[in-house]
Antibody, heavy 120, light 112 residues
Framework: EVQLVESGGGLVKPGGSLRLSCAAS????????MNWVRQAPGKGLEWVSS????????YYADSVKGRFTISRDNAKNSLYLQMNSLRAEDTAVYYC?????????????WGRGTLVTVSS | QSALTQPRSVSGSPGQSVTISCTGT?????????VSWYQQHPGKAPKLMIY???KRPSGVPDRFSGSKSGNTASLTISGLQAEDEADYYC????????????FGTGTKVTVL
């Protein structure tokens, strides 16, 4: 079964760090670009970051640039998001998402999300 | 750069049609034919309903259709059903290193 499973969320104090993981299965992970999308409680979706299949191209939203780092390990079929200098406004469910058709610009496979809460 | 603009809510009776608008700029919606729409039920992950403005993924009912004119995209749900009650988000490719994708503000569809 093709699926994405996020982990690593939790409660962290402002200024703290957290590393999210996304485990992929059921497909050739190394062939696809991957993305992180977040959703603050009761709010809309926000694109956070994207990484190409070979990590050659990396993109960040202005709201996280300089604080978050996206990476992947194709040997482990895993995507990561290292989050530093966390702020209250980073509180959200973080989804791992992708398109299962390369070189397309939409998200047709999503994980169930992992909740990150930044609070003192 | 900011989120695409959607109406906060729309409603309709079963069997009726509703249309959700999604307004952006020439840098996103108007600049690319890469608008997608997502349905999200409470506590669930988003589900792709429309991609590339008007294409439907396999398994999505043909009651759902998409279109675009200029900087505004639209999602129409025809023959509204109870299970269509959900939040809907548009999304556009924007092509910038710090703004690769932009989502809409979201629309709550209520089936009366």
């Amino acid at each position: 079964e093709v699926q994405l499973v996020e982990s690593g969320g939790g409660l962290v104090k402002p200024g703290g760090s957290l590393r999210l993981s996304c485990a992929a299965s059921g497909f050739t992970f190394s062939s696809y670009s991957m993305n992180w999308v977040r959703q603050a409680p009761g709010k809309g979706l926000e694109w956070v970051s994207s990484i190409s299949s070979s990590s050659s191209y990396i993109y960040y939203a202005d709201s996280v640039k300089g604080r978050f780092t996206i990476s992947r390990d194709n040997a482990k079929n895993s995507l990561y998001l290292q989050m530093n200098s966390l702020r209250a406004e980073d509180t959200a469910v973080y989804y791992c998402a992708m398109t299962t058709v390369p070189y397309n610009w939409y998200f047709d496979l999503w994980g169930r999300g992992t909740l990150v809460t930044v609070s003192s | 750069q900011s989120a695409l603009t959607q109406p906060r809510s729309v409603s309709g009776s079963p069997g009726q049609s509703v249309t959700i608008s999604c307004t952006g700029t020439s840098s996103d919606v108007g600049g690319y034919n890469y608008v997608s729409w997502y349905q999200q039920h409470p506590g669930k992950a988003p589900k792709l309903m429309i991609y590339d403005v008007s294409k439907r993924p396999s398994g999505v009912p043909d009651r759902f259709s998409g279109s675009k004119s200029g900087n505004t995209a639209s999602l129409t749900i025809s023959g509204l059903q109870a299970e269509d009650e959900a939040d809907y988000y548009c999304c556009s490719y924007a092509g910038s290193y710090t703004f690769l994708y932009v989502f809409g503000t979201g629309t709550k569809v209520t089936v009366l």
